[in-house]
């Protein structure tokens, strides 16, 4: 098993910045590709950045694509999203996600593709 723990959600204001942080433990050697999505209430569960296990395949979603920048640090076990020109829109809960798939090892992974999952931290953003 893989336990994943994000941290560094917040209240900030329109055109702001926050940094989240996503601490795996246990199985950590099973997992290559992992990812952030999030999920506005009333709204289904979305994608929002892959990244693969060297950190040079990052994949973003359109929506956020220029502002966040996802990245890892293999040797703490952490994933990171930084987010800057936040938007009312980018309010949400942010989960952190990992997969075990080998194909984790050389591209970012597919929604479907991941495994475990954190509990989430709230994002709110003000206009």
């Known amino acids: 098993q893989v336990q994943l723990v994000e941290s560094g959600g917040g209240l900030v204001q329109a055109g702001g910045s926050l940094r989240l942080s996503c601490a795996a433990s246990?199985?950590?050697?099973?997992?290559?590709?992992m990812g952030w999505f999030r999920q506005a209430p009333g709204k289904e569960r979305e994608f929002v950045s892959g990244?693969?296990?060297?950190?040079?395949?990052?994949n973003y979603a359109d929506s956020v694509k220029g502002r966040f920048t996802i990245s890892r640090d293999n040797a703490k076990n952490t994933l990171y999203l930084q987010m800057n020109s936040l938007k009312p829109e980018d309010t949400a809960v942010y989960y952190c996600?990992?997969?075990?798939?080998?194909?984790?090892?050389?591209?970012?992974?597919?929604?479907?593709?991941?495994?475990?999952w954190g509990q989430g931290t709230q994002v709110t953003v003000s206009s």
């Open positions: 996600a990992a997969g075990t798939s080998r194909r984790g090892l050389s591209d970012s992974l597919r929604p479907n593709e991941y495994d475990y």
């Open positions: 246990g199985r950590t050697f099973s997992v290559f590709g």
């Open positions: 990244i693969n296990w060297s950190g040079d395949k990052p």
